[in-house]
């Protein structure tokens, strides 16, 4: 199974973002999608994640400026991220629990990480 991620980069505070996630490979279903940032010199945190039933969970520090949505037909997840600020810069990366079988329990499958920086 493999995460592909596109999105990331500069913008100035205030501004928008949108990254997105999709997985491929051998997949039953994939239960849980989500987003995880680290900060240089910090632990790696959770950021938004969304079940295959559509909840959603956010961390404090993102709710009301970040919104993730999923597809799970298509594998797909998306962080809409608005009123970046500086303290959102990061690594982002995205994470899915993927069952490769209908028997399997699943594991964590992780994508490569994408920096969004924001700066003046």
């Known amino acids: 199974v493999q995460l592909q991620v596109s999105g990331g980069g500069l913008v100035q505070p205030g501004g928008s973002l949108r990254l997105s996630c999709t997985a491929s490979?051998?997949?039953?279903?994939?239960?849980?999608m989500g987003w995880y940032r680290q900060a240089p010199g910090k632990e790696r945190e959770l950021v938004a994640t969304?079940?295959?039933?559509?909840?959603?969970n956010y961390a404090d520090s993102v709710k009301g400026r970040f919104t993730i949505s999923g597809d799970s037909a298509k594998y797909t997840v998306w962080l809409q991220s608005n009123s970046l600020k500086p303290e959102d810069t990061a690594v982002y990366f995205c994470?899915?629990?993927?069952?490769?079988?209908?028997?399997?329990?699943?594991?964590?499958?992780w994508g490569q990480g994408t920096l969004v920086t924001v700066s003046s």
């Open positions: 994470y899915a629990w993927v069952r490769e079988t209908v028997r399997g329990l699943g594991r964590p499958y």
């Open positions: 490979g051998t997949i039953f279903d994939i239960t849980n």
């Open positions: 969304v079940t295959n039933a559509a909840r959603t």
